[in-house]
């Protein structure tokens, strides 16, 4: 029972989780839809094919493991599927951690369901993942740093395409949300519960288009404000994808997330060091760009 399954490994939150399992020597399995887009995938890791819809996979994918990720994919179905892997988790006492949009107390989750529609499903699925006789554990997480490589181009381009509010919106870096979400996979005494891991600052967009610009040494210009921003998006993204990531920074660009220092400190805690900067990020990803 030592065995821990990652889905979503071929995707950012999964990928680096992977990562850090692996660093960890952690043994993990990965549940892909299809083997040959996970190829570059490590030796280490054992791969199960199918998809999250199929019960028999997830439940072959699941059988005699420890602890597994879940994370919502952007899929129209994306309610069932988490009911799937919350029962088959169940029926195999398989620990869930859970990565993504969760609201643990129900009249603030209502209240925001009720303020941002498009996202109830993702918070309801969540609170139902929480509500699972799993001994869930909850990890709640701001914008991540990493959207921003999918605008690779963009960036290297001169432009920064997506709206970040100018009072700021909080970033997390995904590999202090690794390490955390890692250390629930591989530590059964880690308490069930729900946590926020956070970056340690608000940035705007232009504050973000600064930091690319600083740290590449080339312009960077913020174009999140210009009314075509949507078409920068569907430069990158399709699908399923592209009409959340749209939905997502309608609300970022209109609305700051700003940071709370209990947050950051809570964080710090989990992380046993401060959680890394928005500039750390860029520089580590800028020195791999060039
Ligand atoms: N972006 C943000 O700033 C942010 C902030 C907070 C929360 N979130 C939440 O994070 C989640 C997205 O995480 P992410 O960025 O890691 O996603 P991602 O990069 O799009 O990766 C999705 C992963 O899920 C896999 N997948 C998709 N559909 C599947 C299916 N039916 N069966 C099995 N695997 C499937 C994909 O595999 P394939 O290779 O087969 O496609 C891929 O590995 C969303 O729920 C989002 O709401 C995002």
Redesign the pocket.
């Known amino acids: 029972m030592s065995t821990v399954l990652i ?8 990928g680096l989780v992977l990562e850090e399992a692996l660093r960890r020597d952690l043994d993990v399995r990965a ?4 083997k040959k ?1 996970a190829s570059g995938l490590s030796d280490a890791v054992e791969l199960v094919e199918g ?3 199929d019960r028999d996979a997830v439940r072959a994918a699941l059988a005699g493991t420890r602890a597994a990720l879940y ?5 129209a179905n ?1 309610v069932e ?1 988490a009911r799937i892997f919350g029962e088959e988790a169940e029926r195999s006492g398989t620990r869930l951690v859970f ?3 969760h609201i643990p107390d129900p009249a603030e989750r209502a209240a925001a369901a009720r303020a941002i529609p498009a996202y109830e499903a ?1 918070l309801r699925l969540a609170a139902s993942l929480a509500d699972s006789s799993t001994r869930p554990v909850m990890v709640n ?4 740093a990493q ?1 921003d490589e999918i605008f690779r181009e963009d960036i290297l381009g001169g432009t920064f395409p997506t709206p970040l509010h100018p009072d700021g919106v909080n970033r997390v870096d995904l590999r202090d949300a690794a390490e955390v979400i890692t250390t629930a996979l591989a530590d059964p005494d880690f308490p069930a519960g729900s946590y926020k891991v956070v970056g340690p600052e608000s940035l705007s967009g232009e504050q973000s288009a600064r930091i690319w610009a600083e740290e590449l040494g080339r312009p960077v210009r913020y174009t999140g404000d210009d009314p075509n921003w949507r078409e920068a998006l569907a430069a990158r993204l399709s699908g399923r ?1 592209l009409e ?1 990531w749209i939905r ?1 920074f309608e609300l970022l660009g209109s609305m700051p997330l700003p940071t709370d220092p209990a947050d950051v400190e809570a964080t710090t805690e989990l992380l046993g060091h401060a959680p890394r900067s928005f500039r750390d990020y860029v520089h580590h990803t800028a020195t791999h760009w060039h």
Not at 31 to 34: E, G, H, I, N, P
Not at 141 to 144: A, G, H, I, R
């Open positions: 889905i979503g490994t071929t995707g950012t939150v999964g549940l892909v839809r299809d887009r998809d999250l819809g994370v919502s994919p952007h899929e994306e599927l990565g993504g949009f993702k997480l701001p914008n991540f959207n994808k959340d997502s």
